[in-house]
């Protein structure tokens, strides 16, 4: 079955600067790729995906890029904020099984 | 529009005991399902909806019923509690596909002693 690994599981950046979080999963036939930002607490929020005819999506700040040759995507968040402090998940949706798998979770702190 | 409305927040129960999980939406979507999270971790799909009067399993549902007698409502009910099902429960919404959530509920606190 699919199998999503996420990394880092932590990361700090300083205000502005970019951070970059990965996915590596292991259904070539994986088509949909969502991240998901969860503030302690709260619930999950839908913040991009990407589908596997596509090869990078952008919306202002935050990018996913995907190589299905190597069957791994990244998320890239620019001139962070304060407010982009959270736990990020990835999940891969393998075509045949189904089945979404989320990634283990990275805990995002921007520091001012 | 409030989007995706659970109730309650929070609810402690006693191992045996029943209760049923409220989850509303008013974005008119075909698509719901219910998740639980443990500490720590991602999400696991408990059940799933592809619209009024279809339900469906997912990769967690010993100890959960679901019905869907309406778009709107999606009620998740768990039957005999057990201490291993203290956790925090989301239902979510979608245009997608119901193994694609998109609107999340604020979610369910749930302890079971």
């Known amino acids: 079955g699919e199998n999503v690994e996420q990394h880092p599981s932590t990361l700090s950046v300083q205000e502005g600067d970019s951070a970059v979080i990965k996915c590596t999963y292991s259904?070539?036939?994986?088509?949909?790729f969502p991240w998901y930002k969860q503030e302690l607490g709260k619930r999950p929020q839908l913040i991009i995906d990407?589908?596997?005819?596509?090869g990078e999506k952008k919306d202002q700040r935050i990018a996913v890029t995907l190589n299905k040759t190597a069957k791994h995507f990244s998320l890239h968040i620019t001139e962070t904020q304060p407010e982009d402090s959270a736990v990020y998940f990835c999940?891969?949706?393998?075509?045949?099984?189904?089945?979404?798998?989320f990634g283990q979770g990275t805990r995002l702190t921007i520091n001012p | 529009n409030a989007g995706v409305t659970q109730t309650p927040k929070f609810q402690v129960l006693k191992t045996g005991q029943s209760m049923t999980l409220q989850c509303a939406q008013d974005?008119?979507?075909?698509?719901m399902s219910w998740y639980r999270q443990d500490p720590g971790m991602g999400l696991r799909l408990i059940h799933y909806?592809?619209?009024?009067?279809?339900?469906d399993q997912g990769e967690v549902p010993n100890g959960y019923n679901v019905s869907r007698s309406t778009t709107e409502d999606f009620p998740l009910r768990l039957l005999s509690a057990a201490p291993s099902q203290t956790s925090v429960y989301f239902c979510?919404?979608?245009?997608?596909?119901?193994?694609?959530?998109?609107?999340f509920g604020d979610g369910t606190r749930l302890s079971i002693l």
């Open positions: 999940a891969a949706l393998g075509q045949g099984a189904q089945k979404l798998v």
């Open positions: 974005m008119n979507h075909e698509y």
């Open positions: 990407i589908r596997s005819n596509v």
């Open positions: 909806s592809v619209g009024a009067g279809i339900t």
């Open positions: 259904d070539s036939a994986s088509n949909y």
């Open positions: 979510a919404s979608s245009i997608n596909g119901a193994r694609q959530p998109q609107h």
